[in-house]
DNA sequence: ATTCTGACA
DNA sequence: TGTCAGAA
């Protein structure tokens, strides 16, 4: 299993790929990303290269935006999703998780997850 | 040919 | 967010 996630986050598909995978323009890639919602790697030649990690991520960032929420919104989800990531494979409770995202849990409970599973960490 | 940055008639 | 220019 940790094979797999290796190369999801190999950074080697250019933009137009990405592009094509999200249906969103080159423009909108680089916003995002000017908005600290992907991190894409740079080769020699100053272009980037994305992983299928950030095309996962990109394509939440649209269903998200498209539901009405900003880019602080979606970056902090993003952070607290890495966080929790981490505080799980360190040994911190479900529980514990939970009770520690409540404020935000309480804002989601309201909306629907604009993708399927959105929220699957919450 | 493709992508990058900067700028805005 | 689109689009064009000039460079890589």
């Known amino acids: 299993m940790a094979e797999k996630q290796l190369r999801r986050s190999l ?6 790929t990405v592009m094509t995978l999200t249906g969103l323009t080159a423009r909108q890639i680089r916003y995002y990303e000017s908005q600290a919602l992907v991190h ?3 080769n020699e030649g100053n272009r980037r290269r994305y992983s299928l990690q950030d095309v996962d991520r990109l394509l939440e960032v649209k269903d998200g935006l498209a539901s009405g929420m900003d880019f602080a919104t979606l970056r902090r989800l993003f952070n607290q999703s890495a966080q929790i990531r981490k505080q799980t494979t360190t040994s911190l409770s479900d529980q514990q998780a939970r009770q520690y995202l409540e404020p935000e849990m309480q804002q989601l409970a309201g909306m629907k997850p604009p993708v399927p599973g959105l929220w699957r960490h919450l």
Do not use: D, G, I, T
Not at 11 to 16: N, R, T
């Open 40 to 42: 894409p790697v740079r």
């Open 11 to 16: 950074s080697v598909l250019p933009m137009s």
